[in-house]
C-alpha cells in the first residue's frame, strides 16, 4: 500500500509523509458516487485542515493521478469550505467541537480522516493510529462511510487494526 511514493524511497519517512501517502492511497481503494465529481475529468480533492509540520509531503502529491484523476491538493483552515473534498483529513490541531461540526456539516460525499483518539469509532470514516511501535495504522468506520455515499474496497479493510461495522462501534 505504502510503496506507490517516491517520498518513502528517499529514507525513513516522518509520520505526516506517511499519512499523506495513505491519504493517496486512498483514492485507489475508495469509490464515490459518480455524482460527486462535476464531470469525468474533475479533480480529485484532498483537503487537509488543520496545520502539518510541514508542507513538504503535499508536494509528493503534485501532478500525480489516481483513476485517471488528477489529485488536487487544498490546504484548509477551520473557515474554509469543506464541500468539495473528496478526502477531508482533520489534524489533531483543529479542535473536538469544530471538527464535529465540520464532519456533521458535510453534504456531499466525502471521507473524512482524522488522527485524534477515537475519530473512527465516533465521526470520521478512518482514523489514523499509532501503534506501540509507532507505526501508522488505520481505523475504519464502514457505518459512517455509508452514511456518506463511499464504498470502501476490502483491500484497505484487511490492512486496519480495527474496523468499526455498526452504531455501537463494535467490530
Known sequence: ????????????PGEYDVKIVYLYNFTKFVSWPDSAFASDDAPLNICIMGELP?????????DRKSRSRAINVRLL?????????HILFITQSVDYAVSRKIVRELKSPTLVVGETSGFAKSDGTIGFVLDDRRRVRIEVNLVNAKNQDITIRAQLLEIARKVYRDQEGST
Request: hydrophobic residues 30%.
Open 1 to 12: 500500500l505504502l510503496l506507490a511514493c517516491p517520498v518513502l524511497q528517499a529514507g525513513v
Open 54 to 62: 510541514s508542507e513538504e509531503s503535499t508536494r509528493t502529491l503534485h
Open 77 to 85: 483552515n477551520q473557515h474554509s469550505s469543506s464541500q468539495d473534498c
